[in-house]
């Protein structure tokens, strides 16, 4: 059994990586509130990532930073500081935890991390340019820590497209929302925290040995596709 740090798993898609995670390997959990599972191979450490300290950890095989932001309005509605603190918890968020856990994570067994970045940084999408651009900052930071690291462990990303989950209720908060999203999407559906969690799982995994430095989208084809 391996050990993976996962910060932000108490909800939404974190908490389907956790409950994934749990059934083969041993999970800590950092978060400002507690997973509502509990597991013998549980541990959580209640911490907030941008202003608290971060725990000590003596053994882990893989990071996953899940930790995110949907802030979508006008630009000329955004303030300055908006901009700062989606750029803080996507980006500074994840350099935190990559630097806290490094020397532990290269110790690890075919040591892995996986960052989370989104589908607007490929689609133009009106409202989006803060997340957007916080987004595309981890993305170059997969890119880079990819080939700064290649010797030594694999980081990837994840771009999901909307999700069903507390971060994403604004866009699915009622029939008429859920239907629109679903139409946009070329196979008419968007994504379950469970069928990201699986691409999470996958890239920790000794089955993905070979990657690194990638973004994976899992888009329902509304990048990849024009119908």
């Given amino acids: 059994m391996k050990t993976y740090v996962v910060v932000g798993g108490s909800k939404g ?41 971060l725990p000590n950890i003596e053994t882990a095989d893989g990071l996953v930073y899940c930790p995110g932001s949907i802030n979508l309005k006008p630009i000329s509605r955004f303030s300055l500081d908006e901009f700062r603190n989606d750029y803080e918890i996507n980006v500074i968020g994840a350099v935190k935890a990559i630097q806290t856990y490094l020397n532990v994570i290269k110790n690890g067994e075919n040591p892995s991390i996986v960052l989370f970045s989104t589908v607007a940084t490929k689609l133009g999408m ?14 170059g ?21 909307v999700t069903n989950t507390e971060l994403a209720s604004k866009l699915l908060r009622n029939e008429k929302m859920i239907e629109n999203i679903t139409e946009r999407h070329p196979m008419k559906k968007f994504l379950q ?19 690194s430095g990638q973004v994976f989208e899992i888009d329902c084809g509304i990048v990849s596709f024009k119908i």
């Fill in 13 to 53: 898609i974190g908490n389907a990586i956790v409950t994934t995670l749990l059934e083969n390997h041993y999970v800590i959990n950092i978060s400002r509130s507690a997973p509502k599972l509990t597991h013998p191979n549980l541990t959580h450490h209640q911490c907030d990532i941008l202003t608290d300290q």
């Fill in 141 to 161: 930071l997969v890119k880079s820590l990819g080939a700064e690291l290649a010797t030594t462990l694999r980081i990837n990303a994840i771009a999901p497209t």
């Fill in 193 to 211: 925290p469970q069928d990201v969690a699986e691409m999470a799982e996958f890239l920790l995994s000794d089955r993905s040995s070979s990657i």
């Fill in 126 to 139: 009106p409202f989006h340019s803060s997340v957007a651009a916080a987004k595309s900052g981890v993305e």
